[in-house]
């Protein structure tokens, strides 16, 4: 949690650091999908949801784009938390947009592998946008959706551990 000022404030620098960096790091899927890790994972971390994306950056291409797993995990765990995300038609059109552009996913002409992570966080994305709650907020045993790309626990059989 951010109970020093200072480390607050320090974290919100890098928060709008990656999210004025966005359009540049966008040409680069690695890059921008480190930039949505972080940018997640402070988000989640954030008790007095006070990092905000602002409206004009939800029109880059990354967005509108098929979206890859860390962008699926940024839109579940920023439209999970409760809160403004601005005005409210304007953040309907934008939920609507970015449903679409998660959805599209399940219209690709292209073959789709789903793995683990897909099948989590694909309708954790479609429930955070339609109805602003967290319902995945652990959805792999002991771990919660801020950790969920960087491990999944395994049982012997090699079959994740998801309920």
């Not at 620098?13 to 966005?22: F, I, K, P």
């Not at 439209?79 to 399940?106: A, E, N, P, Q, W």
Request: charged share 15%; with cysteine; net charge neutral.
């Amino acid at each position: 949690m951010f109970m020093n000022s200072q480390l607050y404030r320090g974290w919100h620098t890098v928060w709008n650091t990656l999210l004025r960096g966005l359009p540049m790091f966008s040409n680069v899927t690695s890059v921008a999908d480190a930039a949505l890790i972080l940018l997640g994972n402070i988000n989640l971390c954030d008790p007095l949801n006070n990092f905000i994306v602002a409206h004009d950056a939800w029109d880059l291409r990354l967005f509108k784009s098929s979206p890859s797993e860390s962008l699926l995990r940024f839109i579940s765990g920023y439209f999970s938390k409760k809160g403004s995300h601005g005005d409210i038609r304007d953040v309907l059109h934008l939920r609507k947009d970015l449903l679409r552009t998660v959805m599209g996913l399940l219209n690709w002409k292209e073959r789709l592998v789903f793995n683990e992570h897909m099948v989590v966080l694909l309708p954790a994305a479609v429930f955070s946008l339609c109805a602003g709650s967290a319902c995945f907020a652990h959805c792999v045993k002991g771990s919660p959706l801020a950790y969920l790309l960087v491990d999944i626990p395994v049982t012997s059989d090699d079959s994740p551990e998801v309920y």
